[in-house]
Nanobody, 119 residues
Framework: QVQLVESGGGLVQAGGSLRLSCAAS????????MGWYRQAPGKQRELVAN???????NYADSVKGRFTVSRDNAKNILYLQMNSLKPEDTAVYYC?????????????WGQGTQVTVSS
């Protein structure tokens, strides 16, 4: 099974930048999507951005123009470049992968990394 490990979270002032990384333990046969979700205190987990198997990307309206998702296929690493951060971006960010292996569908989550944006 694929395991995901996130890194890169931290404390940053509003207007600053952070880059999150998500390393997958191994390559997978077919990825349906790989992306980032976040969950703020008292709120539901929400999609931030993802990359589908065909390479297309999808962003939440709240982060369009500020965040960029990318993937290094050779290293099995997913990135989230976050610019112009706002206090409302404060949340635990989770990496997610949806893939097919040997005919079975799997969804895996990382352990999460805290992002805190101060005003």
């Amino acid at each position: 099974q694929v395991q995901l490990v996130e890194s890169g979270g931290g404390l940053v002032q509003a207007g600053g930048s952070l880059r999150l990384s998500c390393a997958a333990s191994r390559s997978t046969f077919r990825i349906n999507a790989m992306g980032w979700y976040r969950q703020a205190p008292g709120k539901q987990r929400e999609l931030v951005a993802n990359i589908r198997g065909d390479g297309s990307t999808n962003y939440a309206d709240s982060v369009k123009g500020r965040f960029t998702v990318s993937r290094d296929n050779a290293k099995n690493i997913l990135y989230l470049q976050m610019n112009s951060l706002k206090p409302e971006d404060t949340a635990v960010y989770y990496c997610n992968i949806d893939y097919i292996s040997e005919g079975f569908k799997y969804i895996r989550w990382g352990q999460g990394t805290q992002v805190t944006v101060s005003s």
